[in-house]
């Protein structure tokens, strides 16, 4: 049993968070620490799970515990770089759903974010956790990188067909889509109902952050082609939609296309090989990643859906951490369907 402290707890996915720690078997507490909403309760921030988790107050993260076993960082970038040195010094085990320690240099991370970082000695120790696709164990790890929404959909949508066709890929271009719950709580015009309710648009053309960090994974599975992604703003809270057109330089057959993903994905228990392309609805608020492959001659389209929130977050920072400790990696995310006694 572990105790959890959870810095950035009362934002979108540190709701999430805590109700998964509040579900899990191996939890045994938790803490809530915050900026602006120190002091206030559970209970009072989200009225909607009041009953369903145990009410306390959110505390200050000014004041930070290190009795607990485990950290989630649900911060905005640059601020988890005021934390995870000193939990990782105490021997504490970290996982940091922001950007802060995803690239593996701190040059990047200057030129995509913007900041100097200040423990880029945490960079080569981390481990990228991709959950479903890297199925090594690493109880040893100490600081998790989290992967981000969008490369969370991307690389398990790209890894097995370039991980297969490397050299024999011309090019991909990925058009990406999220929900506005991507952006985090704190208001923003461009995210007001008035602007968003029937709308669709793109943004962060060839500025996207998750940009290097998908690249970076593709390269070290042997990609080496042209990379075009662009992402969307789609007026619905939740949910990442990722459509992908790989471009091959010779003729492949779709069934062996789709058995190279059933294999890679056969003992996960979060990523779906779907026989159509998936849709948002079967995802939202589940820890699943729904794949769809369609081939024609040299041309593949890969289809993927998640919720930004679980699978993107939250949920794939529990997989991380029952992976972390050795777990069942599916321990308080993956509910299964319970039949009623009266329906069968
Ligand atoms: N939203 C997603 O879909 C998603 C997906 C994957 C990864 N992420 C990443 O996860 C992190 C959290 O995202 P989110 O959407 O949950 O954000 P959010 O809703 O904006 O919540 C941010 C949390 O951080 C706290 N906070 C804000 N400014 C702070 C500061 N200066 N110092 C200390 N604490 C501060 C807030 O506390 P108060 O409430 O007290 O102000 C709140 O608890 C971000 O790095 C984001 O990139 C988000």
Same mark, same amino acid.
């Given at each position: 049993?572990?105790?959890?402290?959870?810095?950035?707890? /009362?934002?979108? @996915?540190?709701?999430?968070?805590?109700? #998964?720690?509040?579900? $899990?078997? +191996?939890?045994?507490?938790?803490?809530?620490?915050?900026? @602006?909403?120190?002091?206030?309760?559970?209970?009072?921030?989200?009225?909607?799970?009041?009953?369903?988790?145990?009410?306390?107050?959110?505390?200050?993260?000014?004041? &930070?515990? #290190?009795?607990?076993?485990?950290?989630?960082? /649900?911060?905005?970038?640059?601020?988890?770089?005021? #934390?995870?040195?000193?939990?990782?010094?105490?021997?504490?085990?970290?996982?940091?759903?922001?950007?802060?320690?995803?690239?593996?240099?701190?040059?990047?991370?200057?030129?995509?974010?913007?900041?100097?970082?200040?423990?880029?000695?945490?960079?080569?120790? %981390?481990? *990228?956790?991709?959950?479903? +696709?890297?199925?090594?164990?690493?109880?040893?790890?100490?600081?998790?990188?989290?992967?981000?929404? *969008?490369?969370?959909?991307?690389?398990?949508?790209?890894?097995?067909?370039?991980?297969? #066709?490397?050299?024999?890929?011309?090019?991909?271009?990925?058009?990406?889509?999220? =929900?506005?719950?991507?952006?985090?709580?704190?208001?923003?015009?461009?995210?007001?109902?008035?602007?968003?309710? =029937?709308?669709? %648009?793109?943004?962060?053309?060839? /500025? $996207?952050? $998750?940009?290097?960090?998908?690249?970076? @994974?593709? *390269?070290?599975?042997?990609?080496?082609?042209?990379?075009?992604?662009?992402? $969307?703003?789609?007026?619905?809270? &939740?949910?990442?939609?990722? /459509?992908? +057109?790989?471009?091959?330089?010779?003729?492949?057959?779709?069934?062996? &296309?789709?058995?190279?993903?059933?294999?890679?994905?056969?003992?996960?228990?979060?990523?779906?090989?779907?026989?159509?392309?998936?849709?948002?609805?079967?995802?939202?608020?589940?820890?699943?990643?729904?794949?769809?492959?369609?081939?024609?001659?040299?041309?593949?389209?890969?289809? @993927?859906?998640?919720?930004?929130?679980?699978?993107?977050?939250?949920?794939?920072?529990?997989?991380?951490?029952?992976?972390?400790?050795?777990?069942?990696?599916?321990?308080?995310?993956?509910?299964?369907?319970?039949?009623?006694?009266?329906?069968?």
């Amino acid at each position: 049993m572990i105790s959890i402290g959870i810095l950035g707890g /009362t934002g979108y @996915t540190g709701k999430k968070l805590i109700q #998964f720690c509040s579900n $899990h078997p +191996f939890v045994k507490d938790f803490e809530v620490y915050a900026n @602006t909403t120190a002091d206030e309760n559970l209970s009072t921030l989200f009225p909607d799970i009041e009953g369903m988790i145990e009410d306390k107050k959110v505390l200050s993260i000014k004041s &930070v515990s #290190f009795d607990h076993d485990l950290y989630f960082l /649900t911060l905005p970038h640059g601020e988890a770089l005021n #934390f995870v040195p000193a939990l990782i010094s105490k021997g504490k085990k970290v996982i940091d759903l922001g950007g802060d320690y995803r690239l593996d240099f701190e040059e990047l991370y200057l030129q995509w974010y913007k900041l100097e970082h200040s423990s880029s000695y945490l960079l080569k120790s %981390k481990v *990228y956790g991709l959950a479903d +696709f890297y199925k090594t164990e690493y109880t040893d790890a100490q600081l998790i990188a989290n992967p981000g929404c *969008y490369p969370t959909a991307v690389l398990l949508s790209l890894l097995p067909i370039v991980k297969n #066709f490397g050299d024999d890929i011309v090019s991909v271009s990925c058009s990406a889509y999220s =929900g506005t719950s991507g952006a985090g709580k704190s208001p923003k015009s461009e995210f007001l109902l008035t602007e968003m309710e =029937g709308n669709v %648009k793109a943004y962060n053309v060839n /500025t $996207h952050r $998750h940009e290097p960090e998908i690249l970076q @994974t593709l *390269y070290k599975n042997g990609f080496h082609s042209p990379f075009a992604f662009t992402t $969307h703003l789609l007026p619905v809270a &939740v949910g990442i939609y990722a /459509t992908s +057109f790989i471009h091959l330089k010779n003729n492949v057959d779709e069934a062996s &296309v789709q058995k190279i993903y059933k294999q890679v994905y056969e003992e996960s228990s979060f990523v779906r090989i779907r026989k159509m392309p998936p849709e948002l609805k079967w995802v939202i608020n589940s820890n699943f990643c729904d794949i769809n492959v369609s081939v024609k001659e040299k041309k593949v389209v890969v289809t @993927t859906a998640i919720d930004n929130l679980v699978k993107g977050a939250a949920g794939q920072a529990i997989q991380n951490m029952n992976k972390l400790y050795g777990w069942d990696e599916s321990l308080g995310i993956l509910q299964k369907e319970v039949k009623h006694a009266a329906l069968s």
